[in-house]
């Protein structure tokens, strides 16, 4: 049986997941020396649907993914009116008054050590995100590690 080859692929709908769907799509089936094959990746999106805005995220393998489709994070940063997240802040769970935060990255030596014993046993009186990473307090602050004129992280 003959497989066909797919030289188009028709992505509906834009926002973040369609748009690294077709960047990672169209990286991947480039043509090159080695390969005669090439998929035409084609977008659609609606012209005049507002963003939802809700508060849409990414992990740090964004920087990885962005390389991998050829991308530079400043100008992705710059283009895309990025803001640089530290985590998520939870406000008034317990008693109207308490915050929670969740960084979105893991402690240094994270796979290396555990840090949970040493939290329980030295910093229990802290929140675990507070005593493990600088995250929290940075987020508190309204600061970032990052802003746009830094060097790439890549």
């Known amino acids: 049986m003959n497989d ?7 992505i509906v709908g834009g926002g973040s997941a369609g748009w690294l769907t077709a960047g990672i799509i169209a990286a ?10 090439r998929v035409k990746v084609t977008l659609v999106e609606a012209p005049n649907i507002n963003t939802i805005g809700v508060g849409e995220g990414t992990w740090p393998s964004m920087r990885s993914t962005l390389k991998r489709i050829g991308l530079s994070e400043t100008d992705f940063i710059r283009d895309c ?16 008054k308490d915050i929670y935060t969740h960084p979105f990255t893991v402690p240094h030596a994270y796979s290396q050590h555990n840090l949970s014993r040493d939290w329980q046993n030295k910093f229990s009186d802290l929140p675990f995100a507070e005593a493990v990473c600088p995250q929290s307090k940075l987020m508190l602050k309204n600061q970032a590690p990052k802003n746009i004129d830094a060097r790439i992280f890549i």
């Open 81 to 96: 009116d990025v803001s640089l997240k530290q985590g998520t802040l939870f406000s008034g769970w317990t008693d109207g």
């Open 28 to 37: 991947e089936h480039l043509k090159t020396e080695q390969s005669s094959s």
């Open 4 to 10: 066909p080859q797919i030289t188009d692929l028709v």
